[in-house]
């Protein structure tokens, strides 16, 4: 315990009263003066003495608790550190300063650790960021132990400017790790975008940035759009480039982007940059085509309409070219069929056909129904919702568009009620799997027609009465056919007798038929939850295969499949590793980007003591390079200079809180009592001689 010895006034009246009195006492002093020149020192000595007990001056005895200088030293342990050897490096200068501390009296390290891995989830990180960091270790610590803050970084800092202690006294050094001669090549995105429309073309800005070296001519660039081809372009370091790419699908796009190593840069981590980008369709181009009117026309147009992702065309065949009236044509407002822009000059221009109830009344010629046959095998979509009239001479079976659809006719109409049933293969189908979850079976109203047919190919994932086929999906070429085998569906849309899961039914079939990859039947993907890997593969063959695993390392392993759910297999992986990881079976191939590859923190990797320079010089602290020497420590309680070439200082912070404040006068009031009628008697004295 320390203790400080001070003389303090504690005057017995008022600042004013006390300046009226000292002023009366030196006037009547000055006064004595002219009369008696004789007792003046002695006159003078009795009103010090007088105006001196006015002021009642005490002796104030302050003991404290001594207590101990606590230093912050905080650790930037981000995954920036880890090139160029700043690991050990780092360490050991973590070793020095805490070797150090245990040699000065009454001081101790509070340490912080900074890792950037617990941000390795994200896809995107605001780099290194200590502030939260040095916050939660002053926070600890008592405000009046804080000696000071001393941060082991490599400079790339992205929150220097926010870095401030919570005293305005406790300063902060900046001990800098890595070497000033650094080389490195990087790859920057300038302008990512965050989707694109598939099908359609979009650049991305890139830039090769090389650091330290001598300027060179190009660069080789490689880029990986999903499981497509590796490509090849040539870039000139220092000077943006255009990257066009085309998304193939909607949701999830992995766009991979990798520079070629040049000799002698120091780490290739921030060589590579993979991209997520979400692929969308801006419009769905829809032609739907209703052969007469009914009830269940209205709801086809209402259900697509209410998506604003699809653009319809609608046509309902109110009259054939051969019926005849009276009306005056000036009075008609009806239209003719564009049937050759349709299906002649624009059908590549649209996503998706749609017959709904249609039959051969002399509206479509047999060529363009060969030419939707040919749409459908390179590519094109078509949705059949058939009536009565399929099963009839004027079928659209009995054209060349025959050739394409997956249900035969049997000639017949079943008038009777009853209830759509998903088949075993539909239960795993992703397009009606889950309708009895959402919409329980025994709940959904009955359809009340169907027409017979025989399923000759596709998949049978909604069946009718006596194992009829409702709802089959086939594939055709490079293109898709779904077909109804009814015209009751819009009961359900209607809530006829408690309806059904219409909407959702009808949208998963026009999304099957985009090729949507969460509705494929057999799929493989990955899904990244911060170092974990979930692996899933949708399959209605049966037990999955496993999956070939190739590491960012090149090293490739096996992983096994176990079922989860109906038609459902899935396993996951813990990584150890940050980069691009690759999965494939005998469905296709997938990649998975682990551990955040495009972070801010890995983009520019070279140290420097730029950043730091504004938050320690404010406080008074010093910036220093590990390759040059730990810097010494100095405790120092006072207004002196706090850094040096080749020292730091700390604030002392041994004196602790006040124990115990003892107080008492200076002289007892007898004693200035003494005092003054000494003075009294000595100019007495001195007035009688």
Same mark, same amino acid.
């Given at each position: ?244 790419? *085309? ?46 009117? %009914? ?64 039959? @051969?009344? $002399? ?62 293969? !539909? ?34 994932? @909604? ?7 409702? #709802? ?8 898709? #056919? ?31 038929? @985009? ?14 939850? !911060? ?37 459902? %297999? ?10 691009? %990881? ?5 469905? $296709? *191939? ?57 020292? @730091? ?41």
């Amino acid at each position: 315990m320390n203790s400080d010895l001070a003389l303090h006034l504690q005057p017995y009246f008022s600042p004013g009263i006390m300046a009226l009195l000292c002023a009366a006492i030196c006037a009547v002093t000055a006064a004595t003066f002219f009369f008696a020149k004789r007792a003046i020192i002695p006159r003078i000595i009795f009103a010090a003495i007088l105006v001196a007990a006015a002021l009642n001056p005490q002796l104030v005895r302050t003991e404290r608790t001594q207590q101990t200088s606590v230093g912050l030293l905080l650790i930037d342990d981000s995954e920036s550190q880890r090139v160029a050897q700043r690991g050990p490096a780092l360490e050991d200068a973590a070793k020095a300063l805490l070797a150090h501390g245990q040699t000065l009296p009454a001081f101790e390290w509070q340490v912080m650790r900074y890792s950037s891995l617990k941000d390795a989830d994200d896809r995107v990180t605001g780099g290194t960021r200590l502030n939260p960091a040095l916050r939660e270790g002053m926070a600890s610590v008592p405000p009046a132990q804080q000696a000071g803050i001393v941060i082991l970084t490599d400079g790339q800092v992205d929150d220097a400017a926010a870095l401030k202690p919570v005293k305005s006294d406790v300063p902060i050094h900046t001990i800098v790790t890595g070497a000033r001669d650094f080389l490195d090549r990087r790859l920057i995105i300038r302008e990512e975008p965050a989707f694109a429309e598939v099908g359609k073309p979009r650049s991305l800005t890139l830039e090769v940035d090389d650091i330290g070296f001598a300027p060179e001519t190009t660069a080789k660039v490689t880029w990986q759009l999903n499981e497509a081809p590796p490509q090849d372009m040539l870039v000139k370091p220092g000077i943006p480039a255009q990257l066009t790419f *085309s998304p193939e699908h909607r949701g999830l796009n992995t766009l991979d982007i990798q520079v070629e190593e040049r000799s002698g840069e120091v780490t290739t981590l921030n060589n590579r940059v993979t991209l997520s980008i979400s692929g969308v369709r801006n419009r769905l181009r829809v032609v739907l085509v209703s052969g007469e009117p %009914y009830q269940g026309e209205r709801l086809w147009r209402s259900t697509l309409k209410s998506d604003p992702s699809v653009d319809l065309v609608h046509f309902t065949i109110l009259r054939l070219p051969t019926s005849r009236d009276v009306t005056p044509v000036s009075e008609l407002s009806l239209i003719p069929f564009p049937t050759q822009e349709l299906f002649e000059k624009n059908l590549d221009k649209f996503d998706l056909v749609i017959f709904d109830r249609y039959s @051969m009344r $002399g509206v479509l010629q047999q060529r363009y129904l060969a030419n939707l046959a040919t749409y459908v095998r390179k590519g094109g979509a078509l949705l059949v919702a058939v009536g009565p009239e399929y099963g009839r001479d004027l079928s659209l079976y009995t054209t060349p568009l025959g050739d394409v659809l997956p249900v035969s006719p049997r000639g017949q109409i079943l008038d009777t009620a009853f209830r759509p049933m998903v088949t075993p293969l !539909g239960r795993r189908h992703p397009v009606t799997k889950g309708l009895l979850a959402t919409s329980p079976q025994a709940k959904w109203g009955p359809w009340y027609r169907l027409s017979a047919g025989t399923a000759m190919a596709g998949q049978t994932i @909604m069946e009718g009465p006596l194992d009829l086929p409702l #709802v089959v999906l086939d594939r055709q070429g490079e293109g898709r #056919v779904a077909m109804v085998m009814s015209d009751q569906s819009w009961v359900w849309g209607r809530g006829i007798d408690g309806g059904g899961p219409y909407t959702t039914l009808i949208r998963r079939l026009v999304h099957w038929l @985009m090729a949507e990859p969460d509705l494929e039947e057999e799929h493989l993907s990955a899904a990244v939850e !911060g170092r974990t890997i979930t692996v899933s593969r949708r399959s209605l063959r049966g037990p999955s295969q496993p999956v070939d695993i190739e590491r960012p390392d090149g090293t490739k392993d096996v992983l096994v499949m176990k079922e989860t759910d109906v038609g459902l %297999y899935q396993a996951t992986i813990e990584t150890t590793q940050s980069g691009l %990881y690759r999965l494939q079976d005998d469905s $296709g *191939s997938t990649v998975a980007s682990v551990g955040a590859v495009r972070r801010q923190e890995i983009e520019r990797l070279d140290p420097t003591d730029e950043h730091m320079l504004a938050p320690t010089q404010k406080t008074g602290g010093g910036v220093y390079w590990a390759e040059d020497g730990v810097p010494a420590i100095k405790l120092l309680t006072g207004e002196e200079r706090l850094a040096g070439r080749q020292w @730091m200082a700390l604030r002392d912070r041994s004196d602790g809180a006040i124990a115990r404040i003892a107080r008492q006068p200076l002289l007892p009031a007898w004693g200035w009592l003494v005092l003054l009628c000494s003075s009294l008697l000595a100019s007495w004295w001195r007035e009688s001689r």
